[in-house]
C-alpha cells in the first residue's frame, strides 16, 4: 500500500508550524489545522514521514470531539466536509490535504499541557523511581511499573516553545494560570479521561494517560488542538498489561522505545529512523484507531 506522505504543506496565512500540524488562518474565527505525516519524540521532529498518520490523527480526534459532544470544543467540521466555495485560495486543495484537515474556531490558548495518568508508565514512572514523586506530588510508595492509581492524578506541564516542556507541580501549575482555572482544567480532563477510559475498556484498551489543550473560545475554556490520539496518549491492550512490565504500546511509546535503544541526547538532529519502524508505528496507530472507532481507515 503506497500512501503519498505530506511531511510539510505551502498554503497562503501560515499562522504556525506546530511539531505536527500546520495551521492556517481561514477567516476572522476560523482556522483550517492540517495533521501532517510528521512524528515528533522528546519534543524533536524526526527526519521521516509516517504516511498516513495524519489522517489517523485526523479522524481520531474527531471521533473524540463527537463522543465529548457536551463540552465546549473547537471543532467544526472535517476538512472534507467544509465548503471552501467562499475561500479562494482553498478551492482546489488537493484531497489528500483535506483527509488530515480540520476547521476549528479559533481560541485564545491556555499555556498549560494538561496531562492526565490513570497507570504509572514513562516519564511518571522514571520519576517515581528516582524521588517517589511525581510533578513534585507525593504519591504511594508502593506502586509498580504500569499499576493503576487508586484515581487518575493531574500532572500538567508548561508548553514549552523551544525545548522540552517542563512538569509543573500545583502551585507552579496555580500560578501560571491561576487557582481557579487550574482546578477547572483539573477538573475536566480528569472528567474526559474518565470517560475515554471508560469507553476504551468497553474494548479491550487501558488508556494509561494523556494531555489534553484548552483555550477560551467566545470567553468560555474549551478543548482544543488534537484528542486523545496516539500522538498524545498511550494506549494498552489489557491482555498484554501485566503490573510490574511495561505493555506493548499502541502509540508514540513504540517510536520512543526505538529511540531510548540508540546512541541519541534527545537533541536535534535525531537518529534515522528505519522504515520498519515507521511502518511498525503506522501499523500500531491503524490499530488503536480501528478499535477505539469501530471504524475501517481509509488511507
Ligand atoms: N483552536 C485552536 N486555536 C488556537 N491554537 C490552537 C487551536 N487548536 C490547537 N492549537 C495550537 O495549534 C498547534 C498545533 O500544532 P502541533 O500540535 O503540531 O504543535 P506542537 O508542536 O504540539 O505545539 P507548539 O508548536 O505549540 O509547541 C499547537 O500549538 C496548539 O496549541
Ligand atoms: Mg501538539
Sequence with gaps: MYIDPVLTTNFDRKLHSG???????????KL???STDRISAFDVIMSEAVPGKGIILNNLSKFWFDFFDKTDNHFISSGNDYDFSQISRFQ??????????????????IDMECVVRGYITGSAWEEYKLTGKINSRNIPSDLREGEKFSKPIFTPSTKAIEGHDQP????????LVGKEIYTTLENISIDLFSQAHTHCL?????????KFEFGYIDGKISLIDEVLTPDSSRFWKIENHSVGTSPEPFDKQFLRNWLNNQEWDKSPPPPKVPDEILKNT??????????????????
Excluded: F, P, W
Design 19 to 29: 511539531k505536527v500540524r500546520d495551521i492556517y488562518d481561514l477567516d476572522d474565527d
Design 32 to 34: 483550517l489545522m492540517i
Design 92 to 109: 482546489s486543495i488537493d484531497i489528500k490535504y483535506l483527509n488530515r484537515s480540520c476547521i476549528v474556531k479559533k481560541a485564545q490558548r
Design 168 to 175: 509543573l507541580s500545583q502551585s507552579e501549575g496555580e500560578n
Design 202 to 210: 468497553t474494548k479491550g484498551i487501558l488508556l494509561a494517560d494523556t
Design 282 to 299: 503506522l501499523k500500531r496507530y491503524i490499530n488503536i484507531y480501528e478499535i477505539l472507532t469501530e471504524d475501517k481507515i481509509k488511507l
